[in-house]
């Protein structure tokens, strides 16, 4: 089937009480391994490209790969921008066929994330494309982004932002970080909860590798619509390299890595689906 926009699945998510799986895209392996997982258990999925793979001047080239994987699945599939501060980026993306991107001006001021993601929102939905924004810039480093300073979400800024932006999404942070944790998170579920009551968009929560599943669990009966997984399907994708790489056959490699990565990809939909 065709790519899928992003407000389609997530609106699915909503009437099912359920998150839709975002999980980093970087090689064919790992995209076959993961949309295996999906196909398995019948759920949608979003293929995000984030910007190390963009750095490394493969954002056409997994682009290209999202779109054959749309064509042949069972599962609607969307193509999401990862994390991208860059109105030119954007741009290219919708010229590239992506069918949702995330505009991330949470690490500046307030003001000048509004009048961007205002901007981004009437580009994007002008071409049908959705779109996800952010507040409470994520702690932690992932594609090397790096983000320290207090991430928990100033509600004010929620109910002014929403009252402008016509958003399809919204991440927000609660306490939620890139990476692996070094310690079990302390997620502000009252914060999410108040959100939630504000009449926010979809919510997203970015960092899901490492979260607790009762804390994820927790996260979707409040709202969470969408969970973003990238650091633990590369380490599932290593992992299983290294199980086979004394191996002669360079494809029983591959395939050990294409396994364990849809491995993990299978219990993360588990929880996401409340199954």
Do not use: W
């Not at 997982?37 to 999202?66: F, H, N, S, T, W």
């Not at 049908?128 to 982004?145: F, N, Q, R």
């Not at 310690?183 to 490492?210: E, I, K, Y």
């Not at 299983?240 to 360079?250: E, P």
């Amino acid at each position: 089937m065709a790519l899928t926009d992003l407000k389609t699945v997530l609106d699915m998510a909503e009437q099912t009480k359920t998150a839709i799986p975002a999980f980093n895209i970087d090689s064919i392996p790992a995209t076959e391994g993961l949309m295996e997982a999906a196909e398995a258990a019948e759920c949608p999925v979003i293929l995000a490209i984030g910007q190390a793979a963009i750095k490394e001047g493969r954002m056409a080239y997994l682009a290209d790969l999202a779109r054959r994987v749309a064509e042949s699945s069972r599962v609607p599939v969307v193509l999401h921008l990862d994390h991208s501060s860059s109105y030119e980026q954007i741009v290219r993306a919708i010229g590239l066929g992506f069918s949702s991107v995330m505009y991330d001006g949470s690490h500046g001021a307030f003001e000048d994330n509004l009048r961007e993601s205002k901007n981004v929102v009437r580009t994007a939905h002008a071409a049908g494309v959705s779109v996800e924004c952010e507040l409470g810039a994520i702690l932690g480093v992932e594609d090397g982004m790096k983000h320290e300073r207090p991430n928990l979400v100033d509600l004010n800024e929620v109910r002014a932002f929403i009252a402008e932006v016509d958003c399809d999404a919204l991440a927000v942070g609660i306490g939620n970080a890139h990476g692996i944790y070094k310690s079990t998170p302390n997620l502000d579920f009252d914060r999410l909860q108040a959100c939630r009551d504000m009449g926010a968009p979809h919510l997203v929560l970015h960092g899901g590798s490492g979260i607790p599943e009762d804390m994820l669990r927790r996260a979707i009966t409040i709202g969470i619509r969408k969970i973003n997984v990238a650091t633990e399907l590369r380490l599932a994708y290593l992992e299983g390299l290294r199980s086979a790489i004394t191996s002669d056959d360079f494809y029983a490699v591959l395939r050990a890595a294409r396994e364990s990565v849809r491995a993990t990809a299978a219990d993360k939909i588990r929880i996401f689906q409340g199954r």
